[in-house]
């Protein structure tokens, strides 16, 4: 495990306060708010640590109040809906200075037979022959802040060819995106939900400017409103994970992002639907 995905998998690694409160901290970077996908994921693992260990996390719905302390802990209340022989329920609210800043429903299930479809997964080459951050990175490193340095705990392999920190023209309201922790993760499946709630919220939203031919830093304010999950079946965060997404809509100061995540077998294991805040500021 790289120290990056240890700092990250510490990050899930919750302090229990009281019965059904935890306690969540962030990392020590120059952050002018919590990331989304990490109080989603420290969410999901304090709703995690309230269920029996025969029910797996099979969808949750969650939204973003208010941005989040980056120099604060979080507190993490889970509220225990129902405890049902096949699904049980739990709420979570995150809070900081005593308000609450998220709040997430999820639903866990045990194992069962049923029917069985999917989509089939689209066409793409290998993660491999695919360019790691650092080398798309490295013709524009004049024109990034140091932040593009540090060491991350996911590895993204865009399947498009990369536009650099400026877009400049439209493109499709697609993009597919490789992903997996840069390192082996325990064999926890629910901790590989929680990364893979952390991860999802990495890119979707960018999907939503690129109809526009905008990007992160051509004066917008961006920010996750509400995130959906909902996870299919068995999968390893710690090996590639195809995310597929589109943009249907954008309207509004808003825009909408969906998206299919498949193993490298094809296999569709999670659906995802995020909104979020595409502001302009001039």
Request: hydrophobic share 40%.
């Given at each position: 495990?790289?120290?990056?995905?240890?700092?990250?998998?510490?990050?899930?690694?919750?302090?229990?306060?009281?019965?059904?409160?935890?306690?969540?901290?962030?990392?020590?970077?120059?952050?002018?708010?919590?990331?989304?996908?990490?109080?989603?994921?420290?969410?999901?693992?304090?709703?995690?640590?309230?269920?029996?260990?025969?029910?797996?996390?099979?969808?949750?719905?969650?939204?973003?109040?208010?941005?989040?302390?980056?120099?604060?802990?979080?507190?993490?209340?889970?509220?225990?809906?129902?405890?049902?022989?096949?699904?049980?329920?739990?709420?979570?609210?995150?809070?900081?200075?005593?308000?609450?800043?998220?709040?997430?429903?999820?639903?866990?299930?045990?194992?069962?037979?049923?029917?069985?479809?999917?989509?089939?997964?689209?066409?793409?080459?290998?993660?491999?022959?695919?360019?790691?951050?650092?080398?798309?990175?490295?013709?524009?490193?004049?024109?990034?802040?140091?932040?593009?340095?540090?060491?991350?705990?996911?590895?993204?392999?865009?399947?498009?060819?990369?536009?650099?920190?400026?877009?400049?023209?439209?493109?499709?309201?697609?993009?597919?995106?490789?992903?997996?922790?840069?390192?082996?993760?325990?064999?926890?499946?629910?901790?590989?939900?929680?990364?893979?709630?952390?991860?999802?919220?990495?890119?979707?939203?960018?999907?939503?400017?690129?109809?526009?031919?905008?990007?992160?830093?051509?004066n917008m304010m961006m920010a996750s409103l509400d995130h959906a999950l909902w996870f299919h079946r068995p999968f390893r965060a710690d090996e590639w994970l195809l995310f597929d997404q589109v943009s249907p809509s954008s309207s509004g100061a808003r825009g909408l992002g969906r998206g299919?995540?498949?193993?490298?077998?094809?296999?569709?294991?999670?659906?995802?639907?995020?909104?979020?805040?595409?502001?302009?500021?001039?």
């Amino acid at each position: 495990m790289t120290s990056a995905l240890d700092d990250l998998v510490e990050l899930l690694v919750l302090e229990p306060i009281e019965v059904n409160i935890f306690r969540g901290m962030s990392p020590n970077e120059n952050r002018q708010r919590v990331f989304g996908g990490q109080v989603a994921g420290q969410a999901l693992m304090a709703a995690v640590r309230t269920i029996d260990d025969d029910k797996a996390v099979h969808s949750f719905h969650s939204y973003f109040l208010r941005p989040g302390d980056p120099n604060a802990p979080i507190l993490y209340e889970v509220d225990r809906i129902r405890d049902g022989r096949s699904f049980t329920t739990r709420r979570v609210v995150a809070i900081q200075h005593g308000r609450a800043i998220f709040n997430l429903q999820a639903s866990f299930h045990a194992a069962e037979d049923g029917f069985d479809y999917q989509t089939a997964m689209p066409d793409v080459p290998d993660p491999e022959t695919l360019p790691d951050y650092t080398t798309r990175w490295e013709p524009y490193r004049d024109q990034i802040d140091d932040h593009h340095d540090r060491a991350r705990p996911i590895d993204t392999r865009p399947v498009e060819p990369f536009l650099g920190p400026k877009v400049t023209s439209p493109t499709s309201d697609r993009q597919q995106v490789w992903f997996r922790a840069d390192g082996s993760l325990p064999d926890d499946p629910n901790l590989h939900a929680c990364v893979a709630a952390y991860a999802t919220d990495m890119t979707i939203l960018d999907t939503a400017l690129l109809p526009h031919g905008i990007g992160w830093d051509d004066n917008m304010m961006m920010a996750s409103l509400d995130h959906a999950l909902w996870f299919h079946r068995p999968f390893r965060a710690d090996e590639w994970l195809l995310f597929d997404q589109v943009s249907p809509s954008s309207s509004g100061a808003r825009g909408l992002g969906r998206g299919e995540m498949y193993t490298r077998d094809g296999e569709l294991v999670v659906s995802v639907v995020q909104e979020g805040l595409i502001r302009r500021l001039d």
